[in-house]
């Protein structure tokens, strides 16, 4: 457990950091697709199955999929096609600089909770988390799960209609 | 050894850094949505962990992770069919290229 522990949190580090130097946006996508299966790997770790083959699925099967179509059919391939305006490097340094600052700050003044071990937990089974998203109860779900099936249906026809021939 | 809270927060946290950096420096418009998502899965990953570690008795974080995930997907299916229709449109993805939506 601790190996995989560290391969996942060097692959993120690593993968995450790549994504954002790299020239070619077509290797920054894939830097991308490294950086969801080690973000899956972490779920798989939580013993949350399936948040996993979720992010594997919606995330490696459909968004970078979606980010190499686009890259594809916008850029030469083999192009450097960006060139970093310098005069934004240094805010965005500075801006995520900051913000690691501050957020580690905040994480190490909350000691006592940050160095607590894994707690057991019940098994968690697709059928609880079928009664929690159908359910309007205590613990349920209901009313954000339409209300994503209909995001969903609106984006759909909101892609169809940005995107049609004219 | 034993893992414990923060060693799952640290890497989340380089995540969202480096998410945020290449959100404010990128040029194109893609690279620019593929620095957002990594902003998103290191806020999803916060959310499993910590639901994981301090409540394993409530599943809230590790369903708000899946609306969220779903959220994404249908935001960034959105997002790239307006940057390719921007793209017929001005011949380019650069964001200082993007000035008016009107076709």
Redesign the interface.
Known sequence: ??IL?AI??LA??IF??L??TTRK?LR??TY?LF??FA?AI??FM???EF?GA??IA??AG??VV??VF??L???HPGSN?????NR??W???L???A??AV??WA?LSRCA??????????D?TMQ??GN??LSTGH?G?LL?FEA?SV??LA?II??VV??RK? | ??????????????????????F?????M??M???L??ML?AV??NF??VN???F????EG??F???A??????????A??????L?RVTKK?DIDEAKQLK?
């Open positions: 457990m601790e522990y996942v949190a993120i580090i995450s950091v994504t954002v946006i920054s996508a991308l950086t969801l973000a972490v779920y939580m013993d949350y948040l979720v992010q919606v995330y459909g968004i979606l980010f686009s890259i059919l916008t850029t096609s960006e060139k970093l305006a934004h490097v805010w965005g340094i801006a995520a600089v913000t690691a957020t580690g994480l909770d940050l160095f607590s071990s894994k707690p057991e937990m019940a968690y609880d988390l929690a998203m613990g779900y954000p994503v995001l969903l984006c909101g892609a940005v995107a004219r | 050894m034993e893992i414990k809270l923060l060693y799952y927060l640290v890497p989340s946290l380089v995540m969202f850094c480096c998410g945020l950096y290449g404010l420096t990128r040029k194109n893609i690279a949505l593929i620095s998502e990594l899965n999803d990953i499993t962990v994981r570690y301090l394993p008795g409530s599943q590790m369903i992770t899946l609306f995930i779903a959220i994404a997907a249908a935001e960034t299916a959105l790239i069919a307006i940057i390719i229709n793209y993805v076709g």
